[in-house]
């Protein structure tokens, strides 16, 4: 991932959850957000195919939409998914999973689906029951206003918002023309409790590829490791975390594994950089990039301990280019180093050379948005970059209003 990203692969004519061929989406307001904003959205997978994978959070307090779409999720077939924002359905019991339950089954009904295919997303306030009297008419609601054009994309992305202030929605290619190419669609939300663990936030992925189930697991995975696996906003790891990836097999074609893998990496790395870039309150947002380092694993490490340290966040974000911080978070870590070898840069001035003072700490500057600080473990050739942000006196205050 880097900065301010750019797409390695090509975008489709359209962008987000209906860029494929094979899927409908809507988003409606149902007055779960007191904003009256979108809230309620469905995706539904038009077929002829109906492959799908998922990781989820690794939080062992699971929101019940999470414990239930892992069910769904075990023949390997979704073909629909609810989400709603205004509400997180996270420790509620077992009204709470029931209320899950209910959804599936009531959009199921709608759609003239299974409820054993129908997986749910909820994000929003831990700790609250979802108004069904409202969820379900808003559930009613999307169905009838399905669509596949790019207005339904963007209503769905509006409406899996919380504290977001812009919704995230990607798209890609894969394959020449001629040849038989598939596309990729997406939409992301997440501005807070971002932190590395399979995934972060809610994030649906859409093909119109034709996919064995093997190879959509094989190829989330290997895209969410290398994505939301190294956003961390806030060092915060949510109840509600989910990542779906649902394959239409509308375009008649198998993709080369390896492409559409690479493609899919590409299109999350951008999701991935959008949530950073509109983390809570945030003023700046910061590349941490761990080099020759002797494993990519250590590298990893080194780059995840400097992005969880406050101390880090509040010096970027008073403009202070203090790499003591940074050098003590790579102490901390178990990785391959010499401490007066390490090398430490930050917006491309050596602040720090072979573990003592380098260049001069004024010669950089932080007025900018982005921010790279760059660590030389003199260990080896591997390399990892985490994306985070700084902390500012804004975060507070944005993060009060949902707590995943």
């Given at each position: 991932?880097?900065?301010?990203?750019?797409p390695?692969?090509?975008?489709?004519?359209?962008?987000?959850?209906?860029?494929?061929?094979?899927?409908?989406?809507?988003?409606?307001p149902?007055?779960?957000?007191?904003?009256?904003?979108?809230?309620?959205?469905?995706?539904?997978?038009?077929?002829?195919?109906?492959?799908?994978?998922?990781v989820?959070?690794?939080?062992?307090?699971?929101?019940?939409?999470?414990?239930?779409?892992?069910?769904?999720?075990?023949?390997?077939?979704?073909?629909?998914?609810?989400?709603?924002?205004g509400?997180?359905?996270?420790?509620?019991?077992?009204?709470?999973?029931?209320?899950?339950?209910?959804?599936?089954?009531?959009?199921?009904?709608?759609?003239?689906?299974?409820?054993?295919?129908?997986?749910?997303?909820?994000?929003?306030?831990i700790?609250?029951?979802?108004?069904?009297?409202?969820l379900?008419?808003?559930?009613?609601?999307?169905?009838?206003?399905?669509?596949t054009?790019q207005?339904?994309?963007?209503?769905?992305?509006a409406?899996?918002?919380?504290?977001?202030?812009?919704?995230?929605?990607?798209?890609?290619?894969?394959?020449?023309?001629?040849?038989?190419?598939?596309?990729?669609?997406?939409?992301?939300?997440?501005?807070?409790?971002?932190?590395?663990?399979?995934?972060?936030?809610?994030?649906?992925?859409?093909?119109?590829?034709?996919?064995?189930?093997?190879q959509?697991?094989?190829?989330?995975?290997?895209?969410?490791?290398?994505?939301?696996?190294?956003?961390?906003?806030?060092?915060?790891?949510?109840?509600?975390?989910?990542?779906?990836?649902?394959?239409?097999?509308?375009?008649?074609?198998t993709?080369?594994?390896?492409?559409?893998?690479?493609?899919?990496?590409?299109?999350?790395?951008?999701?991935?950089?959008?949530?950073?870039?509109?983390?809570?309150?945030?003023?700046?947002?910061?590349?941490?990039?761990?080099?020759?380092?002797?494993t990519?694993?250590?590298?990893?490490?080194?780059?995840?301990?400097?992005?969880?340290?406050?101390?880090?966040?509040?010096?970027?974000?008073?403009?202070?280019?203090?790499?003591?911080?940074?050098?003590s978070?790579?102490?901390?870590?178990?990785?391959?180093f010499?401490?007066?070898?390490?090398?430490?840069?930050?917006n491309?001035?050596?602040?720090?050379?072979?573990?003592?003072?380098?260049?001069?700490?004024?010669?950089?500057?932080?007025?900018?948005?982005?921010?790279?600080?760059e660590?030389?473990?003199?260990?080896?050739?591997?390399?990892?970059t985490?994306?985070?942000?700084?902390?500012?006196?804004?975060?507070v205050?944005?993060?009060?209003?949902?707590?995943?």
């Open positions: 991932m880097s900065l301010a990203y750019t390695t692969r090509p975008s489709a004519s359209g962008t987000g959850v209906t860029a494929p061929a094979g899927f409908a989406a809507a988003g409606v149902a007055g779960l957000k007191s904003t009256g904003k979108n809230d309620v959205v469905v995706v539904q997978n038009l077929g002829p195919q109906f492959t799908a994978a998922g989820f959070t690794s939080n062992r307090v699971a929101a019940a939409p999470v414990h239930w779409s892992k069910q769904v999720l075990a023949d390997g077939r979704i073909d629909a998914v609810v989400l709603n924002s509400g997180a359905n996270a420790c509620t019991g077992a009204e709470g999973f029931a209320n899950t339950h209910r959804t599936a089954e009531y959009a199921a009904q709608l759609l003239s689906v299974s409820a054993g295919d129908v997986a749910v997303a909820s994000t929003g306030l700790g609250m029951q979802l108004p069904m009297d409202k379900l008419p808003g559930v009613q609601a999307a169905a009838s206003a399905l669509a054009d207005n339904a994309a963007d209503q769905a992305a409406g899996i918002m919380t504290t977001d202030t812009v919704p995230k929605l990607v798209s890609r290619i894969v394959g020449a023309p001629g040849s038989g190419q598939v596309v990729i669609g997406g939409m992301a939300k997440g501005a807070g409790m971002l932190a590395p663990a399979l995934a972060t936030m809610l994030v649906v992925l859409t093909t119109d590829a034709q996919l064995t189930v093997e959509a697991d094989a190829a989330l995975r290997a895209a969410t490791a290398m994505s939301f696996d190294r956003a961390d906003s806030d060092g915060c790891m949510s109840t509600n975390d989910t990542v779906l990836l649902l394959a239409s097999g509308a375009s008649g074609t993709p080369d594994l390896a492409d559409f893998t690479a493609a899919l990496t590409d299109a999350c790395c951008e999701l991935a950089a959008k949530l950073i870039e509109d983390a809570e309150g945030a003023d700046h947002t910061i590349a941490i990039r761990t080099f020759n380092a002797a990519e694993a250590d590298a990893l490490e080194v780059s995840k301990a400097v992005s969880r340290s406050n101390l880090v966040k509040t010096a970027v974000f008073g403009k202070d280019p203090n790499w003591g911080r940074v050098l978070e790579v102490g901390t870590t178990k990785a391959a010499e401490p007066d070898e390490l090398n430490v840069s930050i491309g001035v050596m602040v720090c050379k072979n573990g003592g003072v380098g260049e001069d700490r004024n010669l950089v500057s932080l007025e900018e948005r982005n921010v790279r600080i660590i030389d473990l003199n260990a080896g050739t591997e390399e990892a985490v994306l985070t942000n700084d902390l500012t006196h804004d975060y205050h944005e993060n009060s209003a949902y707590s995943s």
